[in-house]
């Protein structure tokens, strides 16, 4: 027998069940997008969450946030690093750079032509040429390769005003622009007269947007070298800035090493933090729980399957007679099963195909509506960006997989039960 005949044959035999046939293509098509939806809901959270973890660091990238020195009968943590820690950083196998950051207590006003802009903060003083290959990435411009040139944040023109017209900042392109920076040692009644020291730097090189929209850069950054200019500004606890680092940042070459990095740092008293070991925690929690909801849903597929079995069973007995004819003229049992199998199939893959395609619709919906009803329950809490619903291509093929392959064994007995029937039975059957 052809597959065209066998084709032929299923297809002459569902349109005579039109409706047994919709409903059980429908509750098919509600087993899968209903596991599909589920799923998708672990996956948006994730999703969500890691992008969350990423949005504050790179991948490759393990923060130094102090190391603990033996002193006296208890440990204490130091907070500033020297030359030979970050020779030690540097020698660690597969580090590609180590970022070194410096912020002083001193207050900064920024001058461009008339407009001018203060803050109570300095500059971010750090070592350019590690800064190439770390986190800092560049919407135009270059890189600084002295004292006086500078990077500026993304919205650093914003905060530029006109004394004269506050609520006017400055539109033109900072790019190869002069600023005056005046740097002044903090108000203190104990200290008559405070000193001030003014620097000449030209902005080199624009950073990139930051990547939550709602996140404003007015950041200065400016080389390392820069704080020997306000050295005599500086009380005593800062001047060891001039060859020790606040914050370090180490980068390795690729994803794959960042957890041994960070465990040999670990290992020789530093206390470190990367966000790929933040990751594997975020992806361990959450295996679970796409595991649970996963299992959840393939309940409603199962409960489908019922209804395949059900159908399938209904459609033997009704085509008793013709199957008694088709082996009184020969057909093999094996063409007879694979008649039953392909309806079953067929019930399998139309249900799957409609049900990832309302699931999509299901997902999007709840991606697009979710935030606007929170919304309009918090004001003060919107979740901008959260991803509620995602659905991968893995988790297409995972449904599909499970979707069709229980209406393929669903559809095995009553396929087996076809071939069982005896032909003289079959023959004198009323009809």
Known sequence: MKWKDKYDFMRQNMKKNKSRLFMTVLATAMGCCFLVVLSSIGFGFQKSITEQITSNGKITEVSIYGKTVASGDENSVDSLYSQDDIEFFQSIPHVESVVRQNMVSLNTQ?????YAA??????????MEAEQHGKLELAEGRFPTNE????????????????????QPYSDRLLNKSIKITLKQPADAAIKETQSIALDAVVVGILKQPAKEWLQDYSVVMDQSAIASVITLLPAEEQRLLDHYQNVLVYAEDMQHVTRIAKTIKDN???????????????SIFLFVKLGLLFVGAIAVLIAAIGIYNTMTMAVTERTQDIGIMKAIGAAPSSIRSIFLLESSFIGVSGTLIGTAVAFLVSFAANQLIPILLSSQN???????????????????????ISIGIAILSGMQPARRATEIDVLKALRRDI
Do not use: C
């Open 379 to 401: 004001e003060d809490s919107e979740p901008a960006g959260f991803v509620f619903s995602y659905i991968p291509m893995t988790l297409i093929w995972v449904s599909a997989a």
């Open 118 to 127: 203060a803050v109570e903060h300095s500059p971010v003083f750090t070592v």
């Open 148 to 167: 006086h040139e500078i990077l500026v944040g993304y919205h650093f023109a914003e905060s530029l005003r006109l004394p004269s017209k506050p609520a």
């Open 269 to 283: 008293g530093y206390n470190a933090y990367s966000v790929a070991s933040e990751l594997k925690k975020v992806d």
């Open 110 to 114: 920024y001058a461009l032509d008339d």
